[in-house]
Every structure is written in C-alpha cells, then in structure tokens.
C-alpha cells in the first residue's frame, strides 16, 4: 500500500517537474501553494510552499523532478531497498561468573561490535542472589547499549536443583525434566529492560535423548512433551501444544522463547506454537541444511531467524573449526538473511590449553585470537561494506521439501544417543521418517550422506573432515501444514514423512497444476494421482508432473531431478530481486567467496 501511494506521489512530482520545466509562459507564481503526499514515518502530509524566479532558471524543478524520480524508485523496490540491520553477538559460557563485572568486559564489547549478548544462567539457591545478578547483568547492558537473553541449559546437564525454598527448578511433578524459574525470577527478568527473552539450550536434543545427557546417555526423564500413550503421528501437534504451554507461561512475564538446536528438527512445532527456533552451525552440522530446516520455519510461521556459529566439533580438542571454517560461517549466515548472528563462545580455553576462542583470557585482561580478528573484520569491515538489501522473508525458494515432523535426523547410526523419537523408546526411526534424509543427499550431488546431514550419524562421516559448503539451490524445508502462499514459485516439490494436511496437498496439486513437478512417498499423494502411478510411476497434470517413489534415490527420481541439482562447489540462494551464490575458492568447500546480483 505505501510503494502504491508513494508511486502515485511519485508520479504526480515528475509531472509538475516536468511542467514546470516546459510552461514557461504560465506565471509560476499561479502554481506556487500545492499538496503532496509524503512517505516519511508513515504517509504525513507536507505543504510545499515556494514563489520563485522563471521555472526555467529555478533550481527546485529539477529538485521536485529529482525526488520523484526517487519516489519511483522506492515505490518499484519497497522493502528490497532498505538495508536489513544485524543484531551481532556473542554466547560467553566459559568465561567467569559475573563477567560484566570485568573491568575489560565494556571494552571487549565495543572492540567486537557487539550489540548482543548470550548470558548462561547462573542459579544460586537464594532468591535474592539471582535477582541481584538479574539487575546487575541488565544494567550492564543498558549502559553499554546490549541487549541479551538469558540462556537456560543448566537442566541438560544437571538432575536437580533446590532453592532455599525446597523447589526444584528442573523436575515437574508429572515427572519431566526441564527448567522453569520460579515466579518472582521470571517477575524480575520481565521487568528488565535490555533482555529480549530467554532461551532453551538444545532442547530438541533433550526432547529426544529423553534428557539422555546427565545420565551417561541413559534416558532420565521426558523434556517438555512426554509422549506416552500417543502415537507418532500425532506426536508432532501434541509437541507444539506442550511448548505451546510454556510459551503461554513465559507471555505472562512478558518474555519471548527461543532454541538453538544442535539437530535439525523440530524447528517447526517450535516456531508454530511462538518460539523463535535458532539454529547451529558449524559443530557437526552440514550448515546450509540446517538454514534450509530453521529458515523454513521461520518463514512459515513469521519469526526471526537466529543463527549460531559454534566452534565446537567433532575434530579433535576446540576450537574443532578452522578460521576459514568460521569466517566462511559468518558469511553464509548473514547473506542467508539471519536476524541474529552470535558466536558459541567467547573465551572458552580447552583444558586450560591456552588456546581460547575468540579471545583467552589471561593477566586480568584478554588477548584476540585469529577467531576474534576474523569476526572483528567480519563486523567492522565486511558488513558496512556489504549492506544487506534484502531478507530471508524475500525468499524465493526452487525447492521445497514438505514433511510432517517426526524429530529424525538419522539417529538410528548413533548407539550412543539413541533411536527414540520424540524420546519414545517404541519408536524407533523407520523408512518413512528416514526418507527425507536421502532427499539431501540427492539434492547434493551426494555430498551430505544419505544417512542424514549430522556427523552424529556415526558411520556416515567415520574418517571424514568437516566441510561448510554442500551444493544446494534454492532449497527450503516446511511442514506438512504450509500454505499455497509460501508454495509460489516452486519448481520442485517434494512430499515426505508421515502425513499432510489437507489444505497443503491442495496448494501442492495446485502448484502442480501451474507447472511444479513433485516427487511424493506414495501414501501423501492425492487419491486420484496415486490410483494413476502407483508406488513408482509418474502423470502429467496441468502444467506439472506427479513422481511417485517409495525411494528418493530411485534412478526415474535422479533422473527428474537433474535438472535441479547446482554444480559441485556453490550454493545459490534467490531473495526478492537479489540472487546470493556462494562459491568454493579454489575448489575448497571451507573457504566461501559471495557473489551478489540482481536477479
């Protein structure tokens, strides 16, 4: 509405420039007093009052020429125009208790940037001792302009906890496992005026390890969705509805939930039932799928996007990642369109090696690491120069992968956190929740293994050294609930998992109809199609084509899909009119060039 306005207004300055410019025997003083629409702040009206000299002497009529002429252009480009902010921070776990208590802590901020801060909670029994570190982390920030979140991940790694009151802060009575502050400690932090909410640390790894990791990955207790006496195919809604609760808990206090994920699922439910869904990379994650899933997420369901580089791995000691690996991170985040782009961790030295993260601590003060120059140079270098036009919400995906969420990331290799879905010992992963996984590796020229896109798939990557870049285009991941409106566009569909709503198997028939091709386990596609290809055969419809499979590596499915497929060594990305590709320098997968262009 306000580009539709603003060309009209556009329109009506270059007309009166242009007659201004050529009426040079109508008395300009007639035209003087005239009213304009102005899209500043809103559209406020502004009276452009002037009595000038003969039009053709007067500087103002290319002026008014001038500033239509831009109107026009803001009015033809709306949002792609405006350049996208970045809240630029980082995660400090590992660094001393009452850190914003250092005399070097204000210092450390301002030479990285950083505007945000990741702060681990530190629970003490008394009350009164966790409201006093509250008000003073809040202070902090408001003095040194940081915003924060509180960080809960205490309950992953420890059994219980009892304030002075006698409550556990980790064990519901029903008998799950997960942190909730008490009432007058989220009172506190809903009166702060520098926290942006608080986040659960790895919470769909707890939810399906059954909170596995305190316990020598032996499953303790449910997290927040307890899945007895349900079924699989129901698990997914009642998973929403249950973090959907404590969402609603935390709106009371006026406090935003967010997650940073380790594995890429669940980003869904979370994102429906309010949650901000972040994602890590790096770690053990092929980091542009793991986008693809919290990306979708976001876009489906209206949230931010939170990415995090995190320097741990599967590499021997820490950091796991190289300096190319990271600042090769750092820019596929940020042209990915992440709102929010923070580092795991700040000053973290492994076993005392002398080594650090983005900084070691040592002599009362610190000293920046090859990390901390990279993201110094990342922050104060490369993003004024490189000004984000656009936003991940401009998308313009190739490729859609549609499943309904089952939390299976190729788990069924790892003995060591187990094959239980959602934490459900009685469901183990199967063919069908597995299927998805061998869409990546199709879509990849094979590069991320079939088994899954996680180096957690024991097996898959024995042997193998870590890489950022895997070929993709255009590729985005939603739920089976996504609506006709994310769907334009595509090119290539693809149907997986358990089930699909109704509405989005129309949109998908819908897409087909006008063109989409879309590769489909057999038991989600619509009666009539299936009835025509049974479980491995094809119709054409519209415009469009229906692939039936019961395996997404199945050689009539490669051959669909070449067309597809980019080439080994880029990742190319469309948003609005910009076209973002990431190339490998000179062939190698960890050191990432970005080309931007119009579309």
């Not at 608080?198 to 305190?214: A, K, S």
């Not at 490369?382 to 859609?400: C, D, E, G, N, S």
């Not at 669909?560 to 062939?587: C, E, H, Q």
């Amino acid at each position: 509405m306000k580009s539709a306005i603003a060309a009209l207004a556009a329109l009506e300055l270059v007309r009166k420039g242009f007659g201004m410019a050529f009426d040079n025997w109508v008395p300009w003083i007639r035209r003087r007093r005239f009213l304009l629409l102005w899209p500043m702040n809103g559209l406020t009206r502004r009276r452009l009052i002037h009595a000038t000299p003969e039009p053709r002497d007067s500087p103002y009529t290319l002026l008014v020429m001038a500033v239509g002429i831009c109107l026009i252009a803001f009015a033809s480009h709306g949002e792609d125009g405006k350049v996208w902010p970045l809240r630029w921070g980082v995660d400090t776990l590992g660094t001393p208790e009452n850190f914003e208590l250092q005399p070097w802590a204000a210092e450390l901020f301002k030479e990285f940037g950083y505007n945000f801060w990741v702060l681990h909670a530190w629970e003490k029994p008394q009350i009164a001792a966790n409201i006093k570190w509250i008000r003073e982390v809040d202070a902090w920030c408001r003095e040194n302009g940081v915003t924060w979140v509180c960080d809960l991940e205490s309950a992953n790694c420890q059994k219980t906890f009892v304030d002075e009151r006698g409550r556990d802060w980790f064990n519901r009575p029903d008998g799950r496992h997960f942190e909730l502050l008490p009432d007058e400690i989220l009172e506190e932090l809903g009166r702060c005026q520098r926290l942006d909410g608080v986040l659960y640390d790895e919470v769909e790894h707890m939810q399906n390890c059954r909170n596995g990791v305190m316990n020598n990955d032996t499953p303790f207790a449910p997290w927040v969705y307890d899945p007895k006496g349900d079924t699989l195919e129901e698990a997914a809604d009642k998973f929403t509805s249950a973090v959907g609760e404590l969402r609603k808990l935390h709106d009371h206090y006026g406090l935003k939930l967010y997650t940073e994920h380790v594995f890429p699922v669940l980003f869904h439910c979370f994102a429906r039932a309010g949650w901000t869904a972040g994602t890590k990379i790096l770690k053990e994650n092929w980091s542009p799928a793991f986008i693809a899933c919290a990306m979708g997420a976001a876009i489906e369901y209206g949230t931010e996007l939170w990415i995090t580089p995190d320097l741990c791995g599967y590499a021997e000691g820490y950091p796991a990642h190289s300096v190319e690996e990271y600042r090769s991170a750092l820019l596929l985040a940020y042209h990915m369109g992440a709102d929010t782009l923070y580092t795991e961790n700040l000053a973290y030295d492994f076993e005392n090696r002398g080594k650090g993260s983005l900084v070691l601590l040592k002599d009362g003060g610190y000293t920046v690491t090859d990390y901390g120059k990279a993201a110094k140079w990342f922050i104060h270098e490369y993003v004024p120069a490189h000004p984000r036009r656009y936003t991940f919400r401009q998308l313009r995906p190739r490729v859609a992968i549609i499943r309904q969420e089952d939390a299976c990331w190729g788990q069924a290799t790892n003995l060591a956190l187990g094959d239980r879905l959602f934490g459900n010992d009685a469901w183990p992963s199967t063919l069908i929740t597995e299927a998805w996984l061998r869409i990546w590796h199709l879509l990849t020229r094979g590069v991320i293994s079939a088994e899954g896109p996680s180096w957690h798939s024991r097996g898959a990557y024995s042997g193998r050294p870590y890489q950022v870049l895997c070929p993709l285009d255009g590729v985005v991941v939603f739920d089976e609930k996504v609506s006709g409106e994310h769907l334009k566009g595509v090119e290539l569909i693809f149907l997986a998992g358990l089930g699909i709503a109704e509405n989005t198997q129309k949109a998908v028939a819908e897409r087909v109809a006008e063109g989409a091709m879309c590769i489909s386990l057999p038991h989600l596609l619509p009666e009539k199609v299936r009835q025509a290809t049974g479980e491995m055969g094809e119709i054409a419809d519209g415009k469009g084509v229906w692939v039936a499979t019961t395996d997404f590596l199945a050689p009539h499915v490669r051959k669909r899909v070449m067309p597809f497929l980019p080439d080994f060594n880029s990742i190319r990305y469309t948003f609005g009119d910009t076209t973002v590709v990431f190339r490998a320098k000179d062939g190698d997968p960890n050191r990432l060039n970005v080309e931007i262009s119009p579309d």
